[in-house]
């Protein structure tokens, strides 16, 4: 990417709702293209998030997240289920690209996190071409969405996320999500 001025947003919504509906503006509001490219930081209150193409209902615990008003929520993107919280800091990258070339796209920004989180003194790997482990577990997981020339693409990372929580509202299916979307 050649342009040197980025919009940065510090933008956190009370509702994972909200948040969410800002992510899908950033790149289908009429006037997105003018204002790009930017980058969103940003938090979420307890949410599972549901990926597009998930049945919410084999990914996460439906009946202990109304037990524990952990709100669930389907993004536009697609990706595997995410447990967040005030923990998971969320980033979000908008860009223009002239040519769309997903893998591309994907693998240079998870290498702009895994430089920053080297920087931070943190060695991670990168597994599935879209996520970022820590000695063998999964620390983040991105997604992405393209509209026109417009390329939306965001990730969580787990930083101080309650651990023991997700391991008990998420269940993932055990038949195996595919898709041939990034």
């Not at 992510?23 to 006037?31: D, R, T």
């Not at 307890?46 to 615990?61: I, K, P, S, Y």
Request: with cysteine; aromatic share 6%; glycine share 4%.
């Amino acid at each position: 990417m050649t342009c040197n001025e980025w919009r940065f947003l510090d933008v956190s919504y009370d509702t994972v709702y909200r948040n969410l509906a800002l992510e899908e503006a950033l790149i289908s509001s009429e006037h997105a293209a003018a204002e790009i490219p930017k980058v969103r930081v940003w938090f979420n209150p307890a949410a599972v998030v549901v990926g597009r193409f998930q049945d919410a209902h084999l990914e996460a615990d439906m009946a202990l997240c109304t037990r524990r008003n952990i709100a669930i929520a389907r993004r536009f993107t697609g990706g595997g289920t995410v447990y967040q919280d005030e923990g998971s800091l969320n980033l979000t990258i908008v860009t223009k690209e002239p040519v769309i070339d997903l893998q591309k796209i994907q693998h240079r920004n998870i290498a702009v996190m895994k430089e920053t989180l080297l920087r931070m003194g943190v060695e991670t790997d990168v597994a599935d071409s879209n996520s970022i482990t820590v000695m063998s577990r999964k620390i983040s997981g991105a997604s992405l969405a393209v509209k026109h020339n417009l390329v939306l693409w965001h990730a969580s990372l787990l930083v101080s996320t309650d651990l023991e929580v997700i391991t008990q509202v998420l269940s993932p299916s055990r038949k195996r999500f595919t898709t041939n979307r990034v």
